[in-house]
């Protein structure tokens, strides 16, 4: 089988939307055909099977693990658990990833996993099971490892699957003394890193943030500068939906909608983010949630609802070219994996609109993960050797200000200057660099050819002349 053209009976639209923006942003670019070729296509596709047992009897499971690019290594990517993976998918989500990473020069190859299971029909211990094979079957074949491929959670998995990642390539490998940076996205006592968790929605919020904050470019689109007092509506309250309006809030907007599976709520004076996730988190649902002014059955009923900005945080293909038409928002903020086709973004820039790209708007994720690679390769958490230097030397420095004014602080003001940074706040700090340089860095690229059209394909451009550069220092390319 060629792996890049999957068989006819598999969803196959999403790996050649992924290709097709590829080849829209490859002609502005001046690399040879053979080398943008290979930049495109996926190099390594795994598909297995294997065995468990549920209950009294067995159940075969199907699995992927993809990796799209060794241009950089490890490769890196998250594992899908959903009924509805399929190899196409793991193919573009690993495709994205290895665009997505060089956007925010972050040194990996993408890849991507997937195992076809819905979790909530397993047990705990059934869920474990299935991991540990699934990562025992990588090891065989020599898809995982510190230096060779890095998993990470994605949709339907999280913390504990990684940590049974962990735990079962470091029995796999004993004395590997960087065994545990085989995976990311590990709980903190598996040495995993503080702020992994809300990363890929607090990096959406600051994505949104400095796009807003280009006057220039808001009044393009009919939009005043500034997050403060934006109408947003969230699609999806999991984990990148959830922190992605947390920290949206934070920075001044205001969340007038939020939807999922099981419908939409909407109230232009704004929803109570916190309440409405421990409303569903008590009842299972965010329907009949008592500060909503309106409830929306069908959940697709809430995203064409009024809004400044549109936050699409929960599965590929929302927003197509079927209900663009409807949509209100003068910015889509993609937190999930192509939520919007082609055509629909088509439609929208053609109505006025600007659509900050996934390959960008979600990168918080592998940027963390990232930082904690790096901190399981050096064996000490962030902080943890300068921390206590910086707050001594801060302390030196206030009692000889106040010696020479004769000014003393409040205890508060001394507590804020003295302070050292933990390891949460040089993770927040990192990741809001990488997110403010890299949009800068789109934005340059958006605005150095007008014909380039939009943001997705200055992304993809960058991505591209990035990843041919790494190509050609390595001398597999003249």
């Known amino acids: 089988m060629n792996i890049n053209n999957p068989t006819a009976d598999q969803e196959t639209h999403f790996f050649s939307d992924v290709c097709k923006n590829f080849d829209h942003a490859a002609q502005f670019t001046k690399h040879d055909a053979g ?42 990517g998250g594992i899908r658990y959903s009924e509805m993976v399929n190899e196409d998918e793991v193919m573009a989500l690993a495709a994205l990833m290895t665009y997505k990473c060089a956007i925010v020069n972050v040194p990996f190859g993408g890849a991507k996993g997937g195992i076809k299971i819905n979790p909530k029909s397993y047990s705990v211990g059934e ?21 060779i491929d890095v998993p990470a959670p994605d949709y339907g998995s999280g913390e504990r699957e990684m940590g049974w990642i962990a735990d079962t390539y470091a029995t796999m490998n004993p004395g590997q003394l960087d065994a545990l940076g085989a995976v990311t996205g590990k709980p903190i006592s598996l040495h995993g890193i503080a702020g992994r968790r809300e990363a890929t929605g607090r990096g959406v919020a600051i994505a949104v943030r400095e796009c807003v904050s280009v006057g220039e470019d808001m009044q393009k689109i009919g939009l005043t500068a500034g997050l403060s007092g934006k109408k947003v509506i969230v699609q999806g ?6 922190y992605s309006a947390k920290f949206l809030s934070e920075f001044g907007a205001v969340i007038v909608g939020l939807c999922e599976f099981e419908g939409a709520i909407y109230n232009e004076d704004g929803l109570d983010v916190e309440a409405v996730f421990q409303h569903r988190k008590s009842t299972g649902s965010i329907l009949g949630y008592a500060g909503a002014k309106q409830e929306f059955k069908n959940t697709m009923d809430g995203l064409e609802q009024p809004c400044d900005i549109l936050v699409p945080a929960a599965l590929e293909n929302q927003i197509t070219a079927q209900n663009i038409g409807s949509i209100k928002a003068k910015i889509i903020a993609e937190g999930a994996n192509g939520p919007t086709s082609p055509e629909a973004e088509e439609a929208f820039y053609k109505a006025g609109g600007m659509i900050i ?17 790096l901190k399981n390769l050096s064996h000490v958490a962030f902080g943890r050797i300068n921390r206590r230097f910086e707050e001594n030397s801060n302390l030196n420095l ?17 507590a804020t200057i003295v302070k050292g940074a933990s390891e949460l ?41 990035k990843i041919a550069v790494s190509y050609q220092n390595l001398g597999v390319w003249p």
């Open 398 to 414: 206030v009692n000889m200000v106040e010696g020479i004014t004769g000014v003393p602080l409040t205890p508060i003001q001394r």
């Open 35 to 76: 080398l943008l070729d290979q930049i495109k296509s996926c190099n390594s596709v795994y598909r297995f099977r294997f065995p468990i047992r549920k209950g009294n009897s067995f159940e075969v499971i199907d699995a992927w693990r993809v990796e799209h690019s060794h241009h950089q290594s490890p490769t890196k």
């Open 357 to 373: 790209p996934d390959m960008y708007a979600n990168a918080g994720g592998v940027t963390v993960s990232y930082f904690e690679w």
């Open 425 to 465: 706040e040089l993770v927040n700090s990192g990741l809001e660099d990488t997110m403010i340089r890299s949009y800068h860095e789109i934005r340059e690229i958006y605005k150095s050819n007008p014909a380039i059209g939009t943001l997705r394909n200055a992304a993809m451009v960058g991505a591209i002349n």
């Open 237 to 242: 309250l999991g984990n990148v939906g959830y």
């Open 127 to 147: 869920l474990e099971n299935i991991t540990r094979r699934y990562t025992v079957e990588l090891i065989k074949k020599n898809f995982i490892g510190p230096s």
